[in-house]
């Protein structure tokens, strides 16, 4: 029965690297686009120093539309949009496109609910010390929440883990993409059993490592 | 220093309409004092405090500070004169993430002074308030009279004209409470800086003020000076005051039943 797995050696290898293009596209996304917005929403909101009620409503709406829907909806809406990016809709890397605007928003209401756990006194000690909003968001926001934001990218790959298995089955490719393939149309179970076991793995070896930077860095 | 001009608060929320904080008041604080504000919980002492550094936009009134009215301040001017306005807080308020004397240095690298020079401030602020050796411990290793001792050298880095304190000791047991406050009235006497203290205890006011208002359900009462007093206070809190502390103990038992 190893003999379908040993044949399928070098497809493994493509597609933990198609399944790592994609989580790692996608959350350094998030981690870029979704941490400023993240701050935005925090900062907008009722009571802080950028109050705007409008601006925070906004926001809130669009990140909570684009949450609502299922990722495979999603997935297929803005297949448009991926082809204008990317120019195709297949491979890996068109594949983070929707990835990634599912991972933005997610990240964004995890890094606001991270600041939500700042003490409202130390950033008004900040404030009452003259910091600038640019100053108060790096040297004080960013710098209390590193160790929840650290906890909210975890959390966020791994979610990316699981979508990428769906973004593959239209395209994308990777782990899951195989599974499909081998597992389930040529009814080669050992290469389903191989692939639950190989994601089981990754999920265990994001969460350890997440928790141990988290850890290292939280001094609360 | 810091003179007060008809300053009024007045809240605006939807379910409760209008609430007033604070009714208009005046008031003028000298160099070198140490004014205490006085009154029972909700009567406005920390509002007004917070005032004095805008952290609380008055609804009507200037605050001049050093001659400055702050209320028609840019926000950039109003940043930089904070700088020169120290404030400490009840529940210290440091940043967990730095040590102490990162903490300390925060305040410093805000207003924009060169590292080498902020090292220096750093040893020289530890120093004055005794934590030298604690200089690289995280803020939860620290205890409650420790922390705000940190938050004292972290207010002071930029060598304020002012300090304000809201209830500094009401979160620490009577022996640190001590230390913190002649720590206060050191900095008074050697630096020269004029504090402000928000308290609702008698002790601390009794013990470094040489002046107090007395807030009553957002109005001021009465201004008594505790070093030259004329004639008797009008007010209860202002009577405590001059009692020996066994009897105002016991009066605030009696108030409290």
Redesign the interface.
């Known amino acids: 029965m190893f003999e379908n797995l040993l044949a399928l050696v070098p497809e493994f290898g493509m597609a933990i690297w198609q399944t790592f293009t994609m989580v790692g596209i996608s959350a350094a996304a998030a981690l870029l686009f979704g941490t400023p917005l993240g701050v935005l929403l925090f900062l907008t909101g009722k009571g802080q120093i950028l109050e705007r009620k409008h601006l925070h409503q906004t926001i809130n709406y669009v990140v909570n539309t684009v949450r609502s829907l299922p990722f495979i909806i999603l997935l297929v809406a803005i297949i448009p949009l991926t082809r204008v990016i990317n120019g195709t809709t297949i491979g890996p890397i068109a594949a983070s496109v929707p990835l990634s605007i599912a991972a933005i928003p997610f990240f964004s209401r995890l890094v606001e609910q991270a600041l939500r756990e700042i003490p409202k006194g130390v950033i008004e000690a900040a404030v009452a010390m003259g910091a600038s909003p640019l100053g108060l968001i790096w040297k004080v926001l960013l710098n209390e929440a590193r160790a929840s934001i650290v906890s909210a990218l975890t959390v966020t790959s791994i979610s990316l883990l699981s979508y990428s298995a769906m973004a593959g089955t239209v395209g994308g490719g990777g782990i899951g993409d195989l599974a499909i393939r081998f597992g389930y149309y040529r009814f080669q179970t050992e290469v389903m059993i191989a692939t639950v076991v190989l994601l089981i793995l990754l999920v265990q070896i994001i969460q350890f490592t997440g928790n141990h930077f988290a850890r290292l860095l939280d001094k609360r | 220093m810091i003179r007060l001009e008809n300053v009024e608060k007045t809240y605006q929320s939807p379910e409760h309409g209008a609430f007033q904080a604070l009714a208009p008041i005046s008031l003028e604080i000298e160099e070198g004092d140490i004014f205490g504000i006085i009154g029972y919980s909700g009567a406005g002492k920390s509002t007004l405090l917070r005032i004095i550094?805008l952290?609380e936009q008055p609804t009507n009134g200037k605050v001049i500070v050093a001659g400055r009215d702050l209320t028609i301040l840019s926000p950039k001017a109003?940043?930089?004169?904070?700088?020169s306005?120290?404030?400490i807080?009840q529940?210290f308020?440091?940043?967990?993430?730095?040590t102490v004397a990162e903490n300390v240095e925060?305040?410093l690298?805000?207003?924009g002074i060169e590292k080498k020079d902020r090292q220096k401030r750093v040893k020289e602020l530890l120093e004055l308030v005794g934590l030298q050796d604690k200089s690289s411990s995280?803020?939860?290793k620290l205890s409650g009279g420790q922390k705000q001792r940190v938050?004292i050298a972290?207010?002071l880095a930029?060598r304020p004209r002012i300090l304000?304190c809201d209830e500094p000791t009401s979160a620490l047991d009577p022996q640190t409470t001590q230390s913190v406050l002649s720590l206060l009235q050191e900095i008074n006497r050697t630096l020269q800086v004029t504090i402000v203290v928000v308290t609702h205890e008698m002790d601390v006011v009794k013990q470094i003020c040489n002046k107090v208002a007395v807030l009553e359900n957002g109005r001021l009462v009465e201004e008594l000076s505790l070093t030259h007093a004329k004639g008797a206070p009008a007010s209860n809190l202002g009577r405590l005051l001059f009692q020996p502390k066994n009897e105002w103990l016991l009066a605030r038992e009696v108030a409290s039943v």
Do not use: K, T
Request: hydrophobic share 45%; charged share 15%.
């Open positions: 550094n952290l109003l940043r930089a004169a904070r700088h306005i120290g404030m807080f529940q308020c440091l940043f967990s993430n730095r925060f305040a690298e805000i207003s995280y803020p939860s938050a972290r207010a930029n304000l």
